[in-house]
């Protein structure tokens, strides 16, 4: 069980917006920035997000990050085919002095 | 061109050992920290180790502690992960990945997200 939550599946229509949420705890999501990272199994993962909202050099500002509290999501608007992928959220855990991710969420386009 | 290349995956029995590296182009490799990431069949991402720029902090998630062994020869341009007493469990594509993030020529630190990636080298443990 991931210490970072987040739902297995999540789906829409091109063009349409999807939000995928992350929760944590105190120690993680709580004390540190979230980053998401777009994964297409049997390749490298690419990151999206970095320091909770921030896009690296090349990511379409379709991708947008945001935290609350122990909570994160990502949102994808304007979805394409080329979406369709295995998305995790990450972040430092104080306590387990570690990286942990989320379970990933498996992003179908309809 | 920026880029991470693993090596030295294969097929090992249980209880084995297996020495993964990782050879970095394109920054300099003795500035940034660097880790090691593994997906399972089937699974998800999960984070193994981190090692400071200069090799004097390394941080494990619990599962590997005690059995695998992450470093750097800064001299070398190369990142390891010694892995020891392995188990079917182990069975993953690893992949290394660095603090770096690099765009029109220059590199800098993200902190704590990892921007350049390797493909993957396949560990399978099994008799």
């Known amino acids: 069980q991931s210490v970072l939550t987040q739902p297995p599946s999540a789906s829409g229509t091109s063009g349409q917006r999807v939000t995928i949420p992350c929760s944590g705890r105190?120690?993680?999501?709580?004390?540190?920035?979230v980053n998401w990272y777009q994964h297409l199994p049997g390749r490298a993962p690419k990151l999206l997000i970095y320091?909770?909202?921030q896009r690296p050099s090349g990511v379409p500002d379709r991708f947008s990050g945001s935290k609350s509290g122990t909570s994160a999501s990502l949102a994808i608007s304007g979805l394409q085919s080329d979406d369709e992928a295995d998305y995790y959220c990450?972040?430092?855990?104080?306590?387990?002095?570690?990286?942990?991710f989320g379970g990933g969420t498996k992003l179908t386009v309809l | 061109e920026v880029q991470l290349v693993e090596s030295g995956g294969g097929l090992v029995q249980p209880g084995g050992s297996l020495r993964l590296s990782c050879a970095p182009s394109?920054?300099?490799?003795?500035?940034?920290?660097m880790t090691w990431v593994r997906q399972a069949p089937g699974k998800g991402l999960e984070w193994l180790a981190n090692?400071?720029?200069?090799?004097?902090?390394?941080f494990y998630v619990d599962s590997v502690k005690g059995r695998f062994t992450i470093s750097r020869d800064n001299a070398q341009n190369s990142l390891y992960l010694q892995m020891n007493s392995l188990r079917a469990e182990d069975t993953a594509l690893y992949y290394c990945?660095?603090?770096?993030?690099?765009?029109?020529?220059?590199?800098?630190?993200?902190?704590?997200?990892?921007?350049?990636w390797g493909q993957g080298a396949m560990v399978t443990v099994s008799s």
């Open positions: 990945a660095t603090y770096a993030t690099c765009s029109g020529g220059s590199c800098y630190s993200l902190n704590d997200a990892f921007d350049i």
């Open positions: 394109g920054f300099t490799f003795s500035d940034y920290w």
């Open positions: 090692i400071k720029d200069d090799g004097a902090e390394k």
């Open positions: 105190g120690p993680s999501i709580g004390s540190n920035t």
């Open positions: 320091s909770n909202n």
């Open positions: 990450a972040a430092w855990d104080d306590s387990l002095k570690g990286v942990v």
